[in-house]
């Protein structure tokens, strides 16, 4: 109990020190705000169009497969923890379950869904 | 004593939290309110001795499924004044009162549980029931069929990911 | 009960203000400014002076004096936030960033559980008798250590995406898409290469996982990770330098490409806090690579009553707890340093790459890898 508590303490620990070091710069710094400090930086040149952009479809196809080989990790980790007790046996479970996500790797690499033009 | 409070402050820390999610306009904001309120839940988890769980809670709800969220959410870039006044519509009549169903469904079964017999007592239960060992074992042992099944269940994630992004490329 | 909280924040301090932030900012400037000026055969900083204390006026002392200076500086800038941009995330971000930075370091063990018994040596392992053994040197002991770490490294998407989102700004915006795709493609090859690793410990408890590397193969190899899994020792730590958007996976911040990514339009002391988490960021790599792989507060040979050749009972050198305990340390603090170094050396070795070849080395080649190394790795632990 005495270790959840040590988490605890440290999520509060970061977020005040988080907080405090922003603050300091908020306290002590000048503030003379004028036109060009205000504008974004784009090289130089004045901002033009609007800066929220629309993004690519890819963005949200990398993160599908990451939520799909992350709930894998996330399965496959407590096997790992155990696997030593179980030899073949507990191999051989993993081995189907990492070959089926291998299948849906191979997939997706094959119909262009890995690549990044 | 001291888990009293503690539940009450991650209770109300995840009510208030999801209350955020509903109230916010900034998509954004509604998001990170989300992620807040997973926080909350996983402090529940590990009051229960569901540490596993609380970790899951944290990696999989908060670190995958809320970034993917957030992708979502700059992909389609609403800005605050495109965001239509709410009016009733028959969509949301219908989620209103499929909410309110769930909602009292839940409640019921859960007054029913806890005045019945059937319920084991915390205490019946080793304190390290909730950690990755004992998890594991069941996965390899009891539960080997429902394990497969979840890789199948990925594939199948995987498969309708890229025939769903594949029209648009 | 208080003086248990009291000892944690105690720890808190030591580990976060005394361990991570020290060495992270004095490699700010050692690693990334001297070290490279050395690397390019030119000065480096040696101009500031601690000339308020006597004696030190006078001397460069290899730039150190420069990172107390920027630190400084910093505070005493203009906090400028542009246009258009949202000021509330814009203010918040910063603190988002620097918050997984830190609490990742919970986890870490710097030394073994302190007993306060009489220590015995069996079978490569220190056990405690007649005493009890208090976690004095990592400031939470947890059982599912590793997978917090993973969590947390998770949440720290949050500050880069919404960092480019809240700025208004287009380099801020593709910065914030570009580092948050990169993290999560190698997430998955870090928490699949590490999967091998945790196959042969059996556990994910970090003490434990470094408790089990005091194992010395056939008598004198030490079973450190590197040893046992040393294919993902590499890809874990490309994984890792590109979690922490180190160069040459410095993408999101590639000055040439994108100006400084998504925290070019950030500022004064949230500037530094943005930059700081990145380097604690590093040298919890460090730490973390140290531990799983390079048997973190071991030292070969030496166990809790001194250096033992081979599965004896008696140590053929004794020595005092206090000094195998400050050894250990020292050992602990070398191996994260040098891995800190190293990700320096690669950052001038290396070109930095294109962002195509970044996403294809996450998906296509650390992932297939890691996988088939876990593949082979629990064939092996299941035949042996």
């Known amino acids: ?117 | 004593m001291a888990e009293t409070i503690f539940f009450i402050v991650f209770a109300l820390g995840a009510l208030g939290f999801s209350a955020a999610v509903l109230i916010a306009k900034n998509p954004i904001n509604s998001a990170v309110m989300l992620v807040c309120s997973f926080f909350c839940l996983a402090g529940i988890y590990v009051m229960l001795s569901a540490t596993f769980m609380a970790v899951i809670q944290i990696l999989v709800y908060a670190g995958a499924i809320m970034v993917l969220f957030i992708f979502v959410l700059m992909l389609l870039n609403i800005r605050d004044d495109e965001i239509e006044a709410p009016r009733l519509s028959i969509h949301q009549g219908i989620a209103i009162l499929a909410g309110t169903g769930i909602f009292f469904t839940i409640a019921l079964s859960i007054a029913a549980w806890s005045g019945s017999s059937s319920r084991v007592a915390h205490d019946t239960m080793s304190d390290t029931f909730g950690t990755v060992e004992p998890i594991g074992d069941q996965l390899i042992t009891s539960y080997v069929l429902p394990f497969e099944m979840a890789a199948i269940l990925l594939l199948v994630g995987i498969v309708g990911a890229v025939v769903v992004a594949k029209k648009r490329f | 009960m208080l003086t248990d909280i009291l000892l944690i924040l105690l720890k808190i301090v030591a580990v976060v203000l005394l361990f991570a932030m020290p060495i992270g900012s004095l490699m700010t400037l050692l690693g990334d400014r001297k070290q490279s000026s050395m690397i390019q055969n030119r000065v480096g900083p040696n101009r500031a002076r601690l000339s308020i204390i006597p004696g030190l006026g006078r001397l460069p002392l290899v730039g150190i004096p420069h990172f107390l200076a920027d630190g400084l500086k910093m505070i005493f800038k203009e906090d400028a936030i542009p246009d258009g941009a949202d000021r509330t995330w814009h203010n918040i971000v910063p603190a988002m960033a620097l918050f997984p930075a830190i609490v990742m370091w919970a986890v870490i063990p710097f030394h073994d559980h302190y007993c306060t018994g009489e220590i015995v040596v069996q079978n490569y392992r220190d056990i405690c008798v007649e005493g009890q053994t208090r976690n004095f040197f990592s400031i939470a002991n947890l059982d599912a250590g590793l997978l917090y770490v993973f969590a947390i490294s998770g949440v720290s998407v949050y500050g880069a995406a919404i960092a480019g989102w809240a700025s208004n700004a287009k380099y801020s915006l593709i910065g914030g898409l570009r580092s948050s795709a990169q993290m999560i493609s190698y997430e998955v090859s870090m928490a699949l290469s590490v999967a091998g690793a945790i196959l042969i410990y059996g556990t994910l408890n970090l003490n434990e996982m470094v408790v089990q590397q005091g194992h010395l193969i056939g008598g004198w190899l030490p079973m450190w990770g590197i040893v046992v899994q040393p294919l993902a020792f590499f890809i874990f730590l490309g994984a890792m330098m590109a979690e922490t958007k180190r160069a040459p996976f410095d993408m999101p911040e590639g000055e040439s490409e994108i100006v400084a990514g998504y925290f070019t339009e950030f500022s004064s002391m949230k500037f530094a806090v943005i930059q700081l988490s990145e380097y604690v960021a590093t040298v919890f790599v460090g730490a973390l690579i140290a531990t799983i792989f390079l048997g973190g507060w071991q030292v070969p040979y030496l166990y809790g009553d001194g250096f033992h050749f081979g599965n004896t009972p008696t140590a053929a050198l004794e020595l005092p707890y206090w000094a195998v305990i400050a050894l250990r340390i020292g050992a602990f603090s070398f191996k994260t340093i040098f891995i800190l170094w190293l990700q320096f050396m690669l950052r001038w070795t290396l070109p930095r790459f294109r962002y195509d070849q970044v996403m294809n080395l996450g998906w296509k080649i650390f992932l297939p890898l890691s996988l088939a190394n876990l593949v082979i790795t629990a064939f092996v632990v299941a035949i042996l």
Do not use: C, Q
């Open chain 1, 1 to 117: 109990m005495i270790d959840h508590i040590a988490i605890l303490i440290i999520f509060i620990f970061a977020s005040i020190l988080g907080a405090t070091v922003v603050a300091l710069s908020v306290f002590f710094g000048p503030k003379n705000p004028n036109r060009w400090k205000k504008t974004v930086y784009e090289s130089g040149s004045e901002p033009f169009g609007d800066s929220r952009l629309k993004l690519d479809i890819k963005f949200y196809m990398i993160a599908i497969s990451f939520i799909m080989f992350d709930v894998e990790a996330v399965f496959l980790i407590p096997w790992a923890v155990v696997a030593k007790k179980y030899g073949l046996y507990g191999f051989a479970v993993a081995f189907v379950f990492i070959t089926i996500l291998a299948i849906g790797l191979v997939y997706e690499w094959g119909r262009g869904g890995l690549e990044w033009d």
